[in-house]
T-cell receptor
Framework: DSGVTQTPKHLITATGQRVTLRCSPRSGDLSVYWYQQSLDQGLQFLIQYYNGEERAKGNILERFSAQQFPDLHSELNLSSLELGDSALYFC????????????FGPGTRLTVT | EDKVVQSPLSLVVHEGDTVTLNCSYEVTNFRSLLWYKQEKKAPTFLFMLTSSGIEKKSGRLSSILDKKELFSILNITATQTGDSAIYLCAALPYTDKLIFGTGTRLQVFP
């Protein structure tokens, strides 16, 4: 158990809908990273927040957005969902901006039907 | 465009075999190479390699980085069924955005 929690574990929704994935980092960690893992694309970095501020952006679609709250938990919002958005979404956290010391959460499996 | 390529995509071996997993990268401002093991869900960290030619070891696992030829290998000796997993390598540039390969799926049968 890495200490990073993600909810929900599984999510099944229809195309066009909007969902919110939640992540609580390890105690004391200020950075939160979001990743998408699909069968054909592998694990892809989406976005990083550090102490409430966006720090780095990867291949995140405009339909996706994220934020980190004052209590340091983070949410990833996915809207206008398409079949291709079906994937495992991981959150990871680290103490500072030390990307090599990330601890991954168990992931949320999103299925878009 | 930055990329990380792993081979083979899949590997099936018997317990006791030795395996070598490959990872090549083309990444701007490369800093380090990381290896992860992904069993059922979350990737767990194995190694970080920053210097060329220095082997890192943890039990039956070892890894080395060649920064001239831009690749890394992960060796697992005397494999066990518990080694069955997806092994991911990731390049860490100075931007701190990890770039992952698609992974090698290892299956170890008794």
């Amino acid at each position: 158990d890495s200490g990073v929690t993600q909810t929900p574990k599984h999510l099944i929704t229809a195309t066009g809908q909007r969902v919110t994935l939640r992540c609580s980092p390890r105690s004391g960690d200020l950075s939160v990273y979001w990743y998408q893992q699909s069968l054909d694309q592998g694990l892809q970095f989406l976005i990083q927040y550090y102490n409430g501020e966006e720090r780095a952006k990867g291949n995140i679609l405009e339909r996706f957005s994220a934020q980190q709250f004052p209590d340091l938990h983070s949410e990833l919002n996915l809207s206008s969902l398409e079949l291709g958005d079906s994937a495992l979404y991981f959150c990871a956290s680290s103490v500072g901006n030390r990307a090599h010391e990330q601890y991954f959460g168990p992931g949320t499996r999103l299925t878009v039907t | 465009e930055d990329k990380v390529v792993q081979s083979p995509l899949s590997l099936v071996v018997h317990e006791g075999d030795t395996v070598t997993l490959n990872c090549s990268y083309e990444v701007t401002n490369f800093r380090s190479l990381l290896w992860y093991k992904q069993e059922k869900k979350a990737p767990t960290f194995l190694f970080m390699l920053t210097s060329s030619g220095i082997e890192k070891k943890s039990g039956r696992l070892s890894s080395i980085l060649d920064k001239k030829e831009l690749f890394s290998i992960l060796n697992i000796t005397a494999t066990q069924t518990g080694d069955s997993a997806i092994y991911l390598c990731a390049a860490l540039p100075y931007t701190d955005k990890l770039i992952f390969g698609t992974g090698t799926r290892l299956q170890v049968f008794p």
